[in-house]
């Protein structure tokens, strides 16, 4: 199993593009959720999805859009990127059954310029 | 809301010496997490626990529920312990699901030769 994997691994935008970040889980995990994490703050949940076809907003979900069509494939978008929006990406899934382990992906490191 | 707090922020200790790091929380809790990320590399689960006291190698995990408290224990510490170690907690009110996991803003270790 490959677990969860995310793509790019770092990229550069400038401000009001757009672009996708791509999460993918390989383990039926029921949950997926995508965080952000900056300098001198705990990681924050932006949206999640406990399953396929439903999305929920996190702490911070402005800006970002997600869809859930199937279980594996969890993908954010930045419709118009801002400044405020570099930061480190983290894709996040766990089993059906809480309380379970938390799988993380490897991050995106995003710069908007 | 719940609050997760981590102590200490930064700590810096020599090869052998015994590692603490603490982190108190706000609200009843169905599950604690303790993270690992090491620098500039993804987030690993260590431990997940709801009473009790886990033990891995030379990592040792210890929650008090009543005092709303869990502590991260690490022996024999090493150079490769080095990271960020982050705790997070599912409130009970959430149905013990991951949707409501809060994270503490990490505690970061250094480990000297």
């Known amino acids: 199993n490959a677990g969860v994997t995310q793509t790019p691994k770092f990229h550069i935008l400038k401000t009001g593009q757009s672009m996708t970040l791509q999460c993918a889980q390989d383990?039926?995990?029921?949950?997926l959720s995508w965080y952000r994490q900056d300098p001198g703050m705990g990681l924050r949940r932006i949206h999640y999805s406990v399953a396929a076809g439903i999305t929920d907003k996190g702490e911070v979900p402005d800006g970002y859009n997600v869809s859930r069509s199937n279980t594996e494939d969890f993908p954010l978008r930045l419709e118009s990127a801002a400044p405020s929006q570099t930061s480190v990406y983290f894709c996040a899934s766990c089993g059906r059954k809480w309380p379970e382990p938390m799988f993380f992906g490897p991050g995106t490191r995003l710069t908007v310029l | 809301k719940n609050e997760v707090e981590q102590s200490p922020q930064n700590l810096t200790a020599q090869e052998g010496e015994f590692i603490t790091i603490n982190c108190s929380y706000s609200v009843g809790i169905s599950a604690l997490h303790w993270l690992q990320q090491h620098p500039g590399g993804g987030i690993v689960s260590l431990f997940m626990l709801s009473s009790g006291k886990k033990k891995h190698g030379r990592l040792i995990a210890t929650i008090n529920i009543q005092e709303k408290h869990s502590s991260l224990h690490i022996t024999a510490s090493h150079p490769r312990d080095s990271a960020v170690y982050i705790c997070a907690v599912s409130p009970m009110y959430s149905g013990g699901g991951a949707d409501g996991l809060t994270f503490g803003k990490g505690t970061h270790l250094i480990i000297q030769p």
């Open positions: 383990m039926n995990h029921g949950y």
